[in-house]
């Protein structure tokens, strides 16, 4: 009598864990970008004979702050796309894109907020005021306000760039190939924004 009794707390909790969930489901597969730009695998890049850059994680609003895949449904509405997650947040994935393609693009050296502490460096800082899917055009959508402060230059440049990709579908994997596609033709346009002087 008494091993039933001590078995069944267990027996109950066992039955109970398949009606209780302690987090969300994770979707079947996660999202990322890549860069269609890379730098060369083997490749040394130096400072001294070349321009340097710190490249920030740019400021993002509410509905970005997270590694979900918003959708503007209507005007005034945000919903997210169901079983679409980032690997991290948004705003991570496209500084190291935009990384990426300024040292692919522009031979640029991007450096680390550290490492420019002694070496005379540029600085790209920004907004990503739109990453996600737009419901009534069927378009991936990336606008990104940057900020560039060049080498030895106290004046801040501003400027915007935007990418509108069409999207098959509101679903996780048209969202993930129309958002990556969108955020390397914006950080395409920002290298060579960057490089020009």
Same mark, same amino acid.
């Given at each position: 009598?008494?091993?039933s009794? *001590? ?12 009606? /209780? &969930? ?9 999202? +990322? ?14 400072? #001294?004979?070349?321009?340097? /850059?710190?490249?920030? +994680?740019? #400021? !993002?609003?509410? @509905?970005? @702050? ?9 005007? $005034?509405?945000?919903?997210? %796309? ?13 500084? *190291? ?5 300024? +040292?692919?693009?522009?031979? /640029?050296?991007?450096? =680390? ?7 005379? =460096?540029?600085?790209?800082? $920004? ?9 009534? +055009? *069927?378009?991936?959508?990336? /606008?990104?306000?940057?900020?560039l402060?060049? !080498?030895n230059?106290?004046?801040v ?7 509108? !990709?069409? %999207? =098959?579908?509101?679903?996780?994997? &048209?969202? $993930?190939? &129309? ?19």
């Open positions: 009598m008494q091993h009794l *001590r078995l069944f707390p267990i027996a109950a909790a066992l039955a109970l864990s398949g009606c /209780i &969930s302690f987090g969300a489901k994770p979707p079947p597969s996660l999202l +990322t970008l890549n860069a269609t730009a890379q730098p060369q695998p083997g490749r040394t890049q130096s400072s #001294a004979d070349a321009r340097s /850059i710190v490249v920030q +994680t740019p #400021a !993002v609003s509410t @509905a970005l @702050a997270t590694a979900r895949v918003p959708v503007q449904a209507t005007a $005034g509405t945000v919903a997210y %796309v169901k079983d679409a997650q980032w690997t991290e947040p948004p705003a991570r994935l496209f500084a *190291r894109l935009l990384s990426d393609t300024l +040292t692919a693009r522009a031979n /640029i050296v991007v450096l =680390s907020p550290a490492q420019s502490v002694s070496d005379p =460096s540029g600085n790209l800082a $920004g907004e990503l005021r739109s990453f996600g899917l737009d419901a009534p +055009t *069927r378009q991936a959508v990336v /606008i990104y306000d940057a900020a402060t060049r !080498v230059a106290t004046a440049e501003k400027r915007r760039f935007e990418a509108r !990709v069409p %999207v =098959s579908a509101i679903d996780a994997a &048209s969202a $993930g190939a &129309s958002l990556n596609q969108a955020a390397n033709q914006v950080a395409a346009e920002v290298a060579s924004w960057v490089a020009a002087r």
